[in-house]
């Protein structure tokens, strides 16, 4: 599997539950927070309910 790194860039602020559930599942939580995760189907999946908040780049 590919790498990527995800970049928090929106606050979750006034932002749904399962959002906020999701940014922290993803290991973010804070703007400007990056991580760098294994692209699975899961966290593909996770990416697109939160790509409004986030910025991905392949590694």
Same mark, same amino acid.
């Given at each position: 599997?590919? *790498? =990527? +790194? @995800? !970049?928090?860039?929106?606050? !979750? &602020? *006034?932002?749904? /539950? *399962?959002?906020?559930?999701? @940014?922290?599942? $993803? #290991? $973010? #939580? *804070? &703007? %400007?927070? !990056?991580?760098? =995760? /294994?692209? !699975?189907? +899961? &966290?593909? #999946?996770? &990416?697109?309910? =939160? %790509?409004? $908040? @986030?910025?991905?780049? /392949?590694?």
């Amino acid at each position: 599997m590919a *790498k =990527v +790194q @995800i !970049t928090q860039k929106r606050s !979750t &602020i *006034k932002r749904p /539950e *399962k959002q906020i559930r999701t @940014i922290k599942a $993803l #290991g $973010l #939580g *804070k &703007i %400007n927070r !990056t991580v760098e =995760v /294994e692209l !699975t189907p +899961q &966290i593909s #999946g996770m &990416i697109s309910k =939160v %790509n409004h $908040l @986030i910025t991905v780049k /392949e590694l």
